[in-house]
C-alpha cells in the first residue's frame, strides 16, 4: 500500500506539473499569477516537489518537517472548487459571512464565560460519579468550568452532567440552569449560525434571480427595438 501511495504521488504531482506549465505558456505569466487560484495551484506543485526531494530516513518515512509536507496533498483537493461551480459559490457565502459569523462567535464565547462563572460559584464542589470517584467533569476552576461549558453546550452528553450535579448537590434545582442554558446556548445561538448562512445563501439566490430578469428586460428591449 505504501508503494502505490508513492507511485500515486508521484503522477498526480507530474499531472499538477503539466498543469501548471502549459497555463503558464498560455495565458503567460502575468495574466497565470492574477489568478489567485493559479497561484494556490502553483503553491500545491511546489510543495510536492519539496516533498520529493526531501531527503528519507531508513524507513522511508522520512523526518523534521517531511510530515508536515505531506500534509499539504490535502490541499490537492481544494483544486475541485475552480471547476465546481455550486461548492465555490458555498465557500464564497461562507467567506462573505465572516462578519456576521465573528459577531457571534463573540456572543458565544461570553455565553460560556457567564455561565462557566455561575457554575463556578455554585457548582465548585469536586463531582463525584456513582463509584465514588472524581468526575472529569467539574467546574472547580475557570478553565476547566469553561471546557465544561462547552461539552454541555456542544450537546455532547450535557444531561450526564446534569445528572451528575443534581446526584451531588441533592436537589433538582440545577436542572433549571442546565436546562437554560441548553435552550439558550444550544437550541438559539448554535441555530443563528445556521441562519446566518441560509439568510446569505437567500440573498446571493435573490441577486442571481435579480440578474437574470434584468438581462431578460434587456433583452426584450433590445428585440422591440
Known amino acids: 500500500m505504501t508503494e502505490i501511495n ?8 507530474v499531472i499538477f506539473a503539466v498543469e501548471m506549465v502549459l497555463k503558464i505558456y498560455g495565458f503567460g505569466c502575468k495574466k497565470y499569477v492574477a489568478d489567485n487560484f493559479n497561484n494556490f495551484d502553483a503553491f500545491i506543485v511546489i510543495m ?7 531527503p528519507q530516513d531508513e524507513s522511508g518515512e522520512g523526518g523534521g518537517g517531511l510530515g508536515m509536507l505531506r500534509a499539504f496533498r490535502l490541499l490537492r483537493i481544494f483544486k475541485i472548487i475552480k471547476s465546481w461551480e455550486s461548492l465555490k459559490v458555498l465557500l464564497s457565502t461562507v467567506f462573505d459571512s465572516l462578519q456576521a459569523i465573528t459577531n457571534l462567535g463573540v456572543l458565544i464565547v461570553l455565553f460560556l464565560f457567564i455561565f462557566a462563572l455561575l457554575c463556578k460559584q455554585f457548582f465548585s464542589a469536586k463531582l463525584l460519579d456513582d463509584g465514588g470517584e472524581e468526575s472529569r467533569y ?10 465544561t461549558m462547552f461539552i454541555i453546550l456542544t450537546g455532547e452528553n450535557w444531561n450526564e452532567v446534569m445528572i451528575l450535579v443534581i446526584s451531588n448537590k ?19 445561538l448554535l441555530n443563528l449560525f445556521l441562519a446566518i448562512l441560509l439568510k446569505s445563501i437567500s440573498d446571493i ?7 437574470e430578469q434584468e438581462q431578460a428586460n434587456n433583452e426584450e428591449e433590445e428585440n422591440e427595438n
Not at 508513492?6 to 504531482?13: D, P, S, V, Y
Not at 510536492?48 to 526531501?54: A, G, K, Q, R
Not at 436537589?171 to 446556548?185: K, N, Q, T
Open 6 to 13: 508513492r507511485i500515486a504521488n508521484l503522477f498526480f504531482t
Open 48 to 54: 510536492s516537489y519539496v516533498e520529493l526531494v526531501v
Open 138 to 147: 467539574s467546574f472547580g476552576d475557570t478553565f476547566t468550568a469553561l471546557i
Open 170 to 188: 441533592k436537589s433538582f434545582a440545577p436542572a433549571y440552569l442546565f436546562i437554560s442554558m441548553m435552550l439558550l446556548g444550544n437550541f438559539m
Open 205 to 211: 439566490g435573490e441577486e442571481e434571480d435579480d440578474a
